[in-house]
C-alpha cells in the first residue's frame, strides 16, 4: 500500500518554471516505478513522465521532452517534476502515480496508486 501526495501547483506565466513534488509513504515505498499524468478538463488523463524506482531511466512525452525534468530521492521518498518554458497548452492537474512494476508506463491503467492532484495554470 501506498499513498502520494502532490505539491507545487499554481499560477505561472508563459515561459516561466514550476516544481512539482510528490511525497509517498507507506512499507517500500521507494521501490516503486513513478509516474507524472496530467489532465485537462474535457480531455483524457495524459502521460508527462516517468521514471525507474532506481532512478536509472527515464521517459517522457513528446510534448514535455527538453522542458520538463522527472527526478527522485528515494531517502526522502519524494518524486519531483521540473517544468520550465511552460506554455499554456501545459495547464492542467498534474497526478503522480505509482505501481511496483508495469509494461505500460505511458498509460493510467498501468499504475495502481494516485495522488489526489495539484493545479497547474499557465496564463498567456
Known amino acids: 500500500q501506498v499513498q502520494l501526495a502532490e505539491s507545487g501547483g499554481g499560477l505561472v506565466q508563459t515561459g516561466g518554471s514550476l516544481r512539482l513534488s510528490c511525497a509517498a509513504s507507506?512499507?517500500?515505498?521507494?521501490?516503486?516505478?513513478m509516474g507524472w499524468f496530467r489532465q485537462a478538463p474535457g480531455k483524457e488523463r495524459e502521460f508527462v513522465a516517468a521514471i525507474t524506482w532506481r532512478g536509472d531511466s527515464t521517459y517522457y512525452a513528446d510534448s514535455v521532452k527538453g522542458r520538463f525534468t522527472i527526478s527522485r530521492d528515494n531517502a526522502k521518498n519524494t518524486v519531483s517534476l521540473q517544468m520550465n518554458i511552460l506554455k499554456p497548452e501545459d495547464t492542467a492537474v498534474y497526478y503522480c502515480?505509482?505501481?511496483?512494476?508495469?509494461?505500460?508506463?505511458?498509460?493510467?491503467?498501468?499504475?495502481?496508486?494516485w495522488g489526489q492532484g495539484t493545479q497547474v495554470t499557465v496564463s498567456s
Open positions: 502515480a505509482a505501481v511496483e512494476s508495469t509494461y505500460n508506463f505511458r498509460l493510467p491503467t498501468g499504475y495502481d496508486y
Open positions: 507507506g512499507r517500500s515505498a521507494s521501490r516503486h516505478f
